[in-house]
């Protein structure tokens, strides 16, 4: 018979995960991100090293069975092993946070670090990362989000942990605690808001076409040309005069070089027509084992002008990780794609006459390094060409949506979200939106967008400090929990003097 208080404090666990899950996109409600810290606290504070996994690792699983459903329409298999997966990583971070004979004080030391380093884990490996479904998306919209702007989304991530822990303190009544901590992130709020953001330098006009077509539809099950057509038909929509007319990820599809294809006469003529930079994404077939995805330019006068190949490519999407290995075990007709996408090497920008433009291809969007890769090369508007029209739900829409919303914080840049089913976007340099399309309609976001030059903190230091400084952070709380500081202080502490008062008595 199971213990009414284990199962008292896993139903607790749920609860705590829901809440996280419920705090990211789509459902957006930011301030249960805290409580469900808050509970995740209470639930390791009498625990012991296992009770700490297990209550750990199912929190994870409530968070990221709901918040990573979407994967079920595109392999039911892998959506269990990532949930598990994902799930694995906040199990280990339970483990890392010092258990029920230590302080609390301490503990709430190691916990926002912990949980920093848990989701800096996860966007890293395995297979280059799963950035999805994270506490920093949560506060894209919310006043934390502009964290970013210093610490980059990690530093979001573990100023909310620090919000959860402060809730926790205020739980134990240890007032003082919890209302330092608050002070704390409160400061560093103030400081990301009058950190430099960097500045304006000019205008262009800018149009972000959205081809529309039914949602949920993969592309063998499209014809390439109709999606390519439905852009160009789209583009009609566009006020000239115009500067900067982008497009989505892959709408232009086919195989060999785009100039042995009709696709680059035309586009050469609709850049001419419109008398403007056209930014294009194409797929190229290389061959029967390799493809390119690349966003190109058009420039002006119909000529063409640079590329950026696509360097963050999506696993078991765009490339299969161990293809040998795992067409070895499951076959080659197990449904992995059949081509790999060939990863690029050259910097994440684009020269073109409207500015520099910083590219984040789909996926890339999701990795704080890849738009700052764009900016640190010059890039003064920030380009997201993605393709979320194969997925089932909204979730990945409106998580990328958030993702823009984090990297035009970081960056200080403008964003420019280009889908061809949706959502499109155009993002502010302080992170809100102020264009979006719906899903599936033909639309143009047309808008005056600033070009931007300066670096803001975050670009300058990059996600790194904020990972070291937890690293730290569990190590002291460690320390302090293996008695070794008390130890210490018990030797550093002078020893009391006692005066000879001759011989004692005897006791007979």
Same mark, same amino acid.
């Given at each position: 018979?199971?213990?009414?208080?284990?199962?008292?404090?896993?139903?607790?666990?749920?609860?705590?995960?829901?809440?996280?899950?419920? *705090?990211?996109?789509?459902?957006?409600?930011?301030?249960?991100?805290?409580?469900?810290?808050? +509970?995740?606290?209470?639930?390791?504070?009498?625990?012991?090293?296992?009770?700490?996994?297990?209550?750990?690792?199912?929190?994870?699983?409530?968070?990221?069975?709901?918040? +990573?459903?979407?994967?079920?329409?595109?392999?039911?298999?892998?959506?269990?092993?990532?949930? +598990?997966?994902?799930?694995?990583?906040?199990?280990?971070?339970?483990?890392?946070?010092?258990?029920?004979?230590?302080?609390?004080?301490?503990?709430?030391?190691?916990?926002?670090?912990?949980?920093?380093? &848990?989701?800096?884990?996860?966007?890293?490996?395995?297979?280059?990362?799963?950035?999805?479904?994270?506490?920093?998306?949560?506060?894209?919209?919310?006043?934390?989000?502009?964290?970013?702007?210093?610490?980059?989304?990690?530093?979001?991530?573990?100023?909310?942990?620090?919000?959860?822990?402060?809730?926790?303190?205020?739980?134990?009544?240890?007032?003082?605690?919890?209302?330092? /901590?608050?002070?704390?992130?409160?400061?560093?709020?103030?400081?990301?808001?009058?950190?430099?953001?960097?500045?304006?330098?000019?205008?262009?006009?800018?149009?972000?076409?959205?081809?529309?077509?039914?949602?949920?539809?993969?592309?063998?099950?499209?014809?390439?040309?109709?999606?390519? $057509?439905?852009?160009?038909?789209?583009?009609?929509?566009?006020?000239?005069?115009?500067?900067? =007319?982008?497009?989505?990820?892959?709408?232009?599809?086919?195989?060999?070089?785009?100039?042995?294809?009709?696709?680059?006469?035309?586009? *050469?003529?609709?850049?001419?027509?419109?008398?403007?930079?056209?930014?294009?994404?194409?797929?190229?077939?290389?061959?029967?084992?390799?493809?390119?995805? &690349?966003?190109?330019?058009?420039?002006?006068?119909?000529?063409?002008?640079?590329?950026?190949?696509?360097?963050?490519?999506?696993?078991?999407?765009?490339?299969?990780? $161990?293809?040998?290995?795992?067409?070895?075990?499951?076959?080659?007709? *197990?449904?992995?794609?059949?081509?790999?996408?060939?990863?690029?090497?050259?910097?994440?920008?684009?020269?073109?006459?409207?500015?520099?433009?910083?590219?984040?291809?789909?996926?890339?969007?999701?990795?704080?390094?890849?738009?700052?890769?764009?900016?640190?090369?010059?890039?003064?508007?920030?380009?997201?060409?993605?393709?979320?029209?194969?997925?089932?739900?909204?979730? =990945?829409?409106?998580?990328? =949506?958030?993702?823009?919303?984090?990297?035009?914080?970081?960056?200080?840049?403008?964003?420019?979200?280009?889908?061809?089913?949706?959502?499109?976007?155009?993002?502010?340099?302080?992170?809100?939106?102020?264009?979006?399309? *719906?899903?599936?309609?033909?639309?143009?976001?047309?808008?005056?967008? /600033?070009?931007?030059?300066?670096?803001?903190?975050?670009?300058?230091?990059?996600?790194?400090?904020? =990972?070291?400084?937890?690293?730290?952070?569990?190590?002291?709380?460690?320390?302090?929990?293996?008695?070794?500081?008390?130890?210490?202080?018990?030797?550093?502490?002078?020893?009391?003097?006692?005066?000879?008062?001759?011989?004692?008595?005897?006791?007979?």
């Amino acid at each position: 018979m199971i213990d009414p208080r284990k199962l008292r404090a896993l139903l607790r666990a749920v609860i705590a995960g829901l809440c996280l899950a419920a *705090s990211v996109p789509p459902w957006g409600w930011w301030p249960l991100a805290f409580i469900g810290i808050a +509970m995740w606290d209470r639930l390791l504070s009498t625990a012991k090293p296992r009770a700490r996994f297990v209550r750990s690792t199912v929190l994870g699983l409530a968070w990221f069975a709901p918040a +990573m459903l979407w994967m079920v329409d595109l392999t039911a298999p892998g959506y269990v092993i990532a949930v +598990m997966l994902l799930a694995l990583y906040v199990g280990v971070a339970g483990l890392a946070v010092p258990g029920r004979s230590s302080r609390s004080w301490v503990r709430w030391l190691a916990l926002p670090a912990a949980f920093t380093l &848990a989701e800096a884990a996860r966007c890293t490996f395995p297979v280059g990362g799963v950035p999805l479904a994270t506490t920093a998306m949560s506060q894209a919209s919310a006043p934390l989000g502009q964290i970013a702007r210093v610490f980059c989304a990690i530093g979001v991530t573990f100023a909310v942990a620090v919000v959860g822990v402060a809730l926790s303190a205020l739980w134990e009544r240890r007032h003082l605690l919890g209302a330092a /901590a608050l002070v704390a992130v409160l400061a560093l709020w103030l400081l990301a808001i009058v950190a430099p953001s960097g500045h304006e330098i000019g205008t262009i006009n800018a149009a972000v076409v959205q081809g529309g077509g039914p949602q949920g539809t993969r592309a063998s099950e499209t014809n390439p040309r109709d999606v390519f $057509l439905r852009h160009l038909e789209a583009t009609n929509l566009v006020t000239t005069p115009v500067d900067l =007319v982008v497009w989505p990820e892959n709408v232009v599809a086919v195989e060999g070089p785009i100039t042995a294809n009709r696709e680059d006469a035309e586009l *050469s003529a609709l850049a001419k027509k419109l008398d403007t930079t056209l930014v294009i994404g194409i797929t190229e077939g290389i061959d029967s084992s390799k493809f390119a995805n &690349a966003s190109i330019v058009y420039l002006p006068d119909g000529s063409s002008g640079e590329r950026y190949d696509k360097v963050h490519r999506v696993p078991f999407g765009e490339y299969v990780p $161990l293809r040998s290995l795992l067409e070895s075990v499951v076959g080659t007709n *197990s449904g992995l794609s059949l081509r790999d996408a060939v990863a690029g090497t050259q910097p994440a920008v684009l020269h073109t006459p409207a500015g520099t433009l910083a590219v984040a291809i789909s996926w890339e969007i999701f990795f704080t390094n890849r738009a700052r890769d764009g900016v640190l090369h010059g890039g003064q508007i920030l380009l997201n060409p993605t393709n979320g029209s194969s997925y089932w739900l909204t979730q =990945v829409q409106t998580q990328q =949506v958030a993702s823009s919303q984090l990297r035009a914080i970081e960056t200080g840049r403008w964003v420019l979200q280009a889908a061809p089913t949706g959502f499109s976007a155009i993002v502010t340099p302080t992170g809100d939106v102020v264009q979006r399309t *719906s899903i599936s309609e033909q639309a143009v976001l047309q808008q005056t967008v /600033a070009l931007r030059s300066g670096d803001t903190i975050a670009t300058v230091i990059g996600p790194l400090p904020i =990972v070291w400084l937890s690293v730290l952070f569990v190590a002291l709380a460690w320390w302090f929990a293996t008695n070794r500081f008390t130890s210490l202080r018990s030797k550093l502490r002078p020893q009391r003097s006692v005066k000879n008062r001759g011989p004692a008595k005897s006791a007979i």
